[in-house]
Every structure is written in structure tokens, then in C-alpha cells.
């Protein structure tokens, strides 16, 4: 059972973070662009690319990796809402 304090607490914070968030006034911040050689980050791009296809070509296993399991994933979304809840409990 949530005690009295603390359902107030997260009402106060559902309600007023909102509000006091848009009603801060925007501020301008200064930037500074500067130029740079733009041909370097493409010659790297490129450089990783060409070591990527010739290490392909050495490993076949290479091109059956599948990343991310859905299982992997479920359950560590599982186990994030197990503990947001546990944690809103105490």
C-alpha cells in the first residue's frame, strides 16, 4: 500500500513538472561554428568500410551474426519494470 505522503509526493511531480518545465523562459545560447577539412571523417568512413569487407571475406561466420536477441531484450525490459516497481513500492 502507498503511504499517504508518498502518493502526494508523485502527484505533486506528475502535475507540477509539467508546468514549472514550460514555463521556464528559453534563453539563447551563443555557438561557434568552426571549419574543418571535410574530406577526413569520409577517408576514415571509407578506410573502416574496406577493413570491414576484407575481414568479411576471411571469417563466413561473419555474415550469419544476428545482434539482439528478442529474448535478451524482453527480459532485460523485464527486469528494468520489476525494479521501477519495487522502487516505487518502498
Known sequence: MIRPATLGLLTALALATPAVASAAPERAVATQVAAGPA???MKAA?????????????????????????VVIGASGG???????????I
Do not use: F, H, T
Request: proline letters at 3%; a negative charge.
Open 39 to 41: 574530406a577526413a571523417p
Open 46 to 70: 571509407a578506410e573502416d568500410a574496406s577493413g570491414y569487407a576484407q575481414r568479411e571475406q576471411q571469417d563466413k561466420q561473419v555474415a550469419n551474426y544476428e545482434g539482439g536477441s528478442v
Open 79 to 89: 527486469a528494468l519494470v520489476v525494479l521501477l516497481l519495487i522502487l516505487l513500492l
